[in-house]
């Protein structure tokens, strides 16, 4: 070890000591005039346009909640933080905006990684996160805890929700790429035991390590593999570039099929162009969803920033929904209220009615695959959808809220 890493361990060891304590944590009377958001994204690196993404869905959800008189009459207010999508600057971001700021509730952190940090400081900081972004299905297994609730789908959930299509999907043998941390591991894990229930092969695995720019040993690797349809988790600036430098290597001459999971989204559309129409992709969120609330998100959020919302936005809105949704139940702020009150909560929302399970703190709510088609311009076409019933499986016994 070295003598250099000794401060910063130091530092994040008394950190911990002090959340654990539960002596700084943030206020529980739920007495203060407004209701203090702390919204976490990345600001750099491969990540970053998504971290703004999130920002934008939850600032939309507060400025129109505050448009309305706020929460049970109290007025929302956002605390805009940054990280660099590290656990050890995410937890210090955290507990400054808890112990420092004010903040009782934290949204926005972006990665598995970092949630899973997050979650072991909740209990101390007398905080609660709203996860709408890590899909680790460990967030909800061993890694839970009372004060998290996710409110995106899990790895299980997504690939449920496109087990059915599998089988029909073209190509036999199969490769996955996917990036090197607990996410990727964790996504590649769910899709091989999907891929075995539909009969395909899986003749390569590799990880990428985040902030991968050149993937040309990977993808020549994945050419020499044999396989014929590829299963893909890189994530925004990683997945640029690999989608880019396997068109340059002409990997999809012999890939029958491209199976994306978070890896192609709108906001990549313009960047990525015409080489990815045909792929398929996990769809969080279906933007062209036939209800009353969805609709109006939709026709706000476009007036608003000039475009329709996609999942990253709309999963930050829905988390916003869900915690305003405790708050209204509780009849109260105090986090202690709010997580009780969240138990076990449906309410209507814009994919529908959705309800946070109690056992586990994860929303149950429907999961859908996407193909990319030319639409004037590109855009996701819903090839199939699967309800919560369908995708979601049984509360992880290792979760002990």
């Known amino acids: 070890m070295t003598s ?5 361990i ?19 009377s ?7 958001v702390a919204i976490i994204p990345p600001s750099s690196g491969a990540l970053a346009q998504y971290g703004s993404d999130a920002a934008k869905g939850w600032q939309y959800a507060v400025d129109e909640v505050n448009s ?16 660099d999508g590290t656990p050890a600057t995410t937890l210090r971001t955290a507990r400054e905006a808890v112990t420092q700021r004010g903040a009782a509730f934290i949204g926005a952190v972006m990665t598995s990684t970092e949630n899973g940090a997050l979650n072991k400081q909740l209990k101390g ?94 993808i020549t690797k994945l050419k020499a593999s044999g396989a014929d349809a590829l299963f893909a988790a890189e994530y925004g600036a990683d997945g640029v570039a ?12 012999q890939i029958k099929t491209v199976l994306g999971f978070n890896m192609v989204s709108e906001p990549l559309f313009p960047v990525l162009g015409n080489k990815i129409v045909g792929f398929y992709n996990n769809v969080g969120y279906d933007v062209g969803g036939d209800n009353a609330l969805n609709k109006q998100f939709v026709q706000g959020f476009q007036q608003k920033y000039g475009a329709r919302p996609y999942y990253v936005e709309a999963d930050s809105y829905l988390a916003a929904q869900t915690l305003f949704a405790g708050i209204r139940k509780a009849g109260s702020a105090d986090p202690a209220k709010v997580r009780s009150a969240l138990g076990d909560l449906t309410f209507d929302s814009i994919d529908g009615k959705v309800t946070m399970r109690g ?43």
């Open 4 to 8: 250099k890493a000794l401060p910063a």
């Open 10 to 28: 130091a530092a994040l060891l008394i950190g911990g000591l002090t959340a654990a304590c539960g002596g700084s944590g943030g206020s529980s």
């Open 30 to 36: 739920g007495d203060a005039k407004t209701i203090k």
């Open 68 to 83: 309305q008189g706020g929460v049970n009459g109290k007025k929302v207010e956002l605390i805009k933080m940054s990280t």
């Open 125 to 218: 900081l007398n905080a609660l996160s709203f996860n709408s972004l890590g899909k680790d299905d460990a967030l909800t297994g061993k890694d839970c805890t009372a004060n998290s609730f996710r409110v995106v789908q899990t790895n299980t959930m997504d690939i449920n929700g496109l087990a059915a299509t599998l089988k029909t999907l073209p190509g036999q043998k199969w490769a996955v790429q996917a990036v090197d941390y607990s996410g990727g591991h964790n996504t590649a894990q769910v899709f091989k035991a999907a891929a075995a229930k539909a009969g395909k092969q899986i003749v390569l695995e590799q990880f990428a390590p985040l902030g991968t720019s050149d993937f040309g040993s990977y």
């Open 242 to 253: 690999f989608v880019n430098q396997a068109a340059q290597f002409k990997l999809t001459d």
């Open 359 to 401: 056992t586990d703190h994860q929303l149950l709510r429907s999961s859908y695959l996407g193909q990319v088609v030319q639409s004037s311009g590109l855009a996701f076409k819903i090839v199939a959808q699967a309800e919560a019933p369908q995708t979601s499986p049984q509360p992880d016994p290792a979760c002990k809220l």
